[in-house]
């Protein structure tokens, strides 16, 4: 059974920084892009940024180009977000993904598995 847990998520003022995580079992992982979306209230779920399987290939939306930074650690089967000067417009849930796909086709296709979500809320 493949499990996406994400975990980092929680509170911070506007400008300040928050580390996603999430551990993926249950599938071959270095075979795997990954990437996360997000979903505001009362929004439509967003590309935010992808990672192809080896950590050599990624992609942003441009909305957070600069600012945040994806990673992953395939020893440890997992992928980061890392988040820089947030804007309380960025609060939502974060969600992690898995795809067969290249970095670039992430934002297009979505994701074959999907985590719970990790909520994300950014003061003002």
């Known amino acids: 059974q493949v499990q996406l847990v994400e975990s980092g998520g929680g509170s911070v003022q506007a400008g300040g920084s928050l580390k996603l995580s999430c551990s993926a079992s249950?599938?071959?992982?270095?075979?795997?892009?990954m990437g996360w979306f997000r979903q505001g209230s009362g929004k439509e779920r967003e590309f935010v940024a992808s990672?192809?399987?080896?950590?050599?290939?990624?992609d942003y939306a441009n909305f957070v180009k600069g600012r945040f930074t994806i990673s992953r650690d395939n020893a440890k089967n997992s992928v980061y977000l890392q988040m820089n000067s947030l804007k309380p417009e960025e609060t939502a849930v974060y969600y992690c993904?898995?795809?067969?796909?290249?970095?670039?086709?992430?934002?297009?296709?979505?994701?074959?598995?999907w985590g719970q979500g990790t909520q994300v809320t950014v003061s003002s």
């Open positions: 990672i192809n399987y080896s950590g050599e290939d990624t």
């Open positions: 993904i898995a795809v067969l796909a290249v970095a670039h086709r992430v934002r297009f296709v979505g994701g074959d598995q």
């Open positions: 249950g599938l071959a992982f270095d075979n795997y892009a």
